[in-house]
């Protein structure tokens, strides 16, 4: 089952439910203002995403900005309400682990029990009292890790731009909100619920400010929703109002829009990843894979370990790409022709744009917002 991801801007519209919160708080435990705000975050998550498996992180560090964490829910509280509804078997809790060697591991979730189900349908806590709040932050900033050493989400000083991002993603989830949106089984049934979502952009600070003095919004940007998930052919059924749906692509768009930023028009010259180093063919998923790491390092070291880690996880051998095409592919050609010889003939073939390549994660976050900046256009006409 999808996790969810836990929302610091949910609130209810109903006075039962804040009766039930501060009842249920007494009966857990709680004696702090601040816990019993943990606790009705956790609930109106549990029941605003149907009881999916709620992702809720334990570590001692700030949670959210101000912005996007209305009620300062803090990591101390947060952690003392999620003890206490597992000590009274209210949820079930797996605590996430880290492999500080591999920088690796698993996220903390909890699932609510049956006592806390009946609990909630008691007292009329429902879906539909459940609501994102209407100034709910959906314009996004977060650290660079390059420069910070980590990803967390920072504040920072709105500017006329970042209003009117603002406006335009207020404007796709009102009509998000207005739209039913679903994963159809073969039989016309309902699989997947794909309404109440609530879609932001994520921009990276880079430390570079415009001329005001603000961040300057032009590094990532790109818009996620619970959609970006789904297969190929689980998108394939998805009925927007009751409707079929067809599914538009933008091909090989990271290189497109970087020639529509140098030259003002898309690529001419055909399939951008066909490519021939003496007079060998090189597949396709490979080179559009080598494109993508292309923009977000800066060496062709970097570019070739990257790539084998694409097809050869941590702890494979060669051996364990048997019967896998796109590894056998990989194989052929880093034993072929080579890798650095396939990154010099594709910056060969795109001279013009070879300058933004091998660069760094700056320049790959800028060909990112290009990109979304491309979807916000369709999006919001």
């Not at 209210?90 to 996220?107: I, Y």
């Not at 919004?217 to 927007?240: D, P, V």
Request: charged share 25%; aromatic share 8%.
């Amino acid at each position: 089952m999808n996790t969810a991801k836990i929302d610091y801007e949910l609130e209810y519209s109903a006075e039962n439910i804040g009766e039930f919160i501060s009842s249920l708080s007494g009966t857990i435990g709680l004696t702090r203002k601040e816990q019993t705000n943990a606790l009705q975050i956790i609930l109106l998550n549990l029941v605003f995403y149907s009881f999916r498996p709620l992702v809720t992180p334990r570590a001692k560090k700030m949670l959210a900005p101000r912005r996007s964490n209305p009620l300062g829910i803090g990591a101390g509280s947060l952690v003392t309400v999620l003890d206490a509804l597992e000590g009274t078997g209210h949820v079930v809790q797996t605590k996430g682990v880290k492999d500080l060697a591999s920088n690796t591991g698993t996220a903390t979730t909890i699932v609510a029990t049956d006592k806390l189900k009946f609990l909630l349908n008691y007292h009329g806590f429902f879906k539909h009292l459940v609501n994102r709040s209407s100034s709910a932050e959906c314009l996004l900033l977060r650290n660079s890790e390059t420069i910070h050493r980590n990803k967390h989400l920072k504040d920072y000083t709105d500017s006329y731009r970042t209003n009117m991002m603002r406006v335009e993603l207020e404007k796709y989830n009102s009509l998000l909100s207005d739209t039913d949106i679903c994963v159809t089984e073969n039989n016309n049934n309902q699989e997947t619920d794909l309404n109440s979502q609530f879609v932001t952009r994520k921009f990276i600070d880079f430390e570079i400010h415009d001329t005001g003095g603000t961040e300057l919004f032009a590094f990532g940007g790109r818009m996620y929703a619970a959609w970006c998930n789904l297969s190929k052919e689980q998108r394939s059924r998805i009925t927007i109002n009751g409707e079929e749906c067809i599914e538009l692509d933008y091909p090989a768009s990271h290189v497109n829009v970087m020639y529509k930023s140098v030259t003002g028009d898309w690529y001419q010259d055909g399939d951008p990843y066909e490519l021939e180093v003496d007079g060998t063919e090189i597949p396709r998923h490979l080179v559009k894979k080598l494109s993508s790491i292309m923009l977000n390092v800066s060496s062709v070291t970097a570019a070739r370990r990257s790539l084998q880690s694409a097809y050869i996880r941590q702890g494979q051998g060669i051996e364990d790409l048997e019967g896998n095409s796109d590894g056998e592919d990989y194989i052929r050609a880093a034993d072929g022709v080579g890798i650095p010889s396939i990154i010099q003939a594709y910056l060969d073939k795109h001279q013009v744009v070879a300058r933004l390549f091998l660069q760094d994660k700056k320049t790959g976050a800028q060909n990112q917002y290009l990109e979304s900046e491309l979807i916000m256009d369709i999006a919001i006409p």
